[in-house]
């Protein structure tokens, strides 16, 4: 079992840079696949990024492809996620989630896949 908390929210102005952070519990935090998902206000729960095992297969939701990235840091049991060039509509609570095992690339993008979420950080992008 692990349990996530996730950190590095606030408010930036479009075009501006944060970094979540996601930290876990437990001592198989390798063992886990991890993903970050965000919920804006009236719209469901939408995957953003998530990495395997190792971090060395990752996913991309289309609308953050290119600004986002995913990483983890498997000896800090932290997994990241980088969000460059930040834009109004990126606004929403973010949520980290993990899952024991290696997933497929299309289970990753699927919130029901995964088994513990963090209470989520607060993203805000002024126009």
């Known amino acids: 079992q692990v349990q996530v908390v996730e950190s590095g929210g606030g408010l930036v102005q479009a075009g501006g840079s944060l970094r979540l952070s996601c930290a876990a519990s437990?001592?198989?935090?390798?063992?886990?696949?991890m993903a970050w998902f965000r919920q804006a206000p009236g719209k469901e729960r939408e995957f953003v990024a998530g990495?395997?095992?190792?971090?060395?297969?990752?996913a991309y939701a289309d609308s953050v492809k290119g600004r986002f990235t995913i990483s983890r840091d498997n000896a800090k049991n932290t997994v990241y996620l980088q969000m460059n060039s930040l834009k109004p509509e990126d606004t929403a609570l973010y949520y980290c989630?993990?899952?024991?095992?290696?997933?497929?690339?299309?289970?990753?993008?699927?919130?029901?896949?995964?088994?513990?979420w963090g209470q989520g950080t607060q993203v805000t992008v002024s126009s």
């Open positions: 989630a993990a899952v024991p095992g290696l997933i497929s690339t299309a289970a990753m993008t699927r919130a029901n896949f995964y088994n513990y």
């Open positions: 437990g001592r198989t935090f390798s063992s886990y696949s």
């Open positions: 990495t395997r095992l190792n971090g060395g297969n990752t």
